[in-house]
């Protein structure tokens, strides 16, 4: 019966995780246990646990004797995390820059080819695959660097920065609005197998300077700034 919970309190977790980041439950919104174990079919039990596993992980907060929300977002917060990443990243980009091998630069070029196959003008495009493939390209990058805490440390980060994502994906926004490649990841995937560290914190700092470009055109009701 324990592993069975665990199997299930696994699949609640990915599958709640999934939809967070799909924006089926927006940021501040409560979770309801009754409406959980019928929408994901499982128990009480592997409903809390695969809640508070998200709530670790920053996707959902919890009040003692109160419940769960999804967690809040704010043009605050999201400044703060790319700013932590920028900080990391200098010495992430540069220390797997230089000590990365040949398997480490063909991993670099299978994610993105792995990426660059979603295309984000699809009108049906699998945004969950492409934040799997996303997020594998840029921990990719760094891997080289062959430091654990560095990669759970950036890791940790994209999650969070993983919550915003359907923000700047919301098919409600018109075409201009959304977040689009223009050509970025190909850019940086370059600029890494040169094993250029500038170019490639350059690159990046572009890449999530577009994405906050995208955030600062919203409307305060879509996105708050507090």
């Known amino acids: 019966m324990a592993s069975s919970n665990a199997t299930l309190a ?8 999934r939809d ?30 695969a809640l508070l596993r998200l709530s670790w992980s920053k996707y959902v907060v919890m009040e003692p ?3 769960f929300w999804v967690a809040p977002i704010s043009r605050h917060e999201l400044h703060d995390i790319l700013l932590v990443r920028r900080a990391l990243a200098e010495e ?6 230089e000590q990365g091998d040949e398997a480490w630069e063909l991993e670099v070029l299978a994610s993105y080819h792995r990426l660059s196959r979603i295309d984000l003008d699809d009108p049906e495009v699998d945004l969950q695959a492409w934040a799997d493939r ?15 805490v560095i990669l759970d440390l950036m890791e940790s980060l994209y999650n969070r920065l993983e919550r915003y994502r359907h923000i ?14 223009e050509g970025e990841h190909t850019a940086i995937m370059q600029a890494v197998l040169a094993r250029d560290a500038d170019l490639t914190l ?10 906050m470009r995208v955030v600062e055109g919203l409307s305060a009701e879509t996105f708050p700034s507090g």
């Open 65 to 67: 004797q109160r419940g």
């Open 202 to 211: 350059q690159l990046l700092d572009q890449h999530y300077s577009h994405v």
């Open 134 to 148: 996303h997020m594998a390209f840029h921990l990719a990058i760094i891997s080289g660097s062959h430091s654990s």
């Open 168 to 181: 700047w994906f919301d098919p409600a926004l018109p075409a201009s609005k959304r977040y689009s490649d």
């Open 20 to 49: 967070i980041l799909l924006g089926v439950y927006r940021p501040s919104q409560k979770l309801l246990l009754h409406e959980l174990k019928t929408r994901y079919d499982a128990g009480g039990s592997p409903i809390r646990e």
């Open 10 to 17: 696994e699949k609640v977790f990915l599958e709640l995780r």
């Open 92 to 97: 992430a980009v540069r220390r797997s820059l």
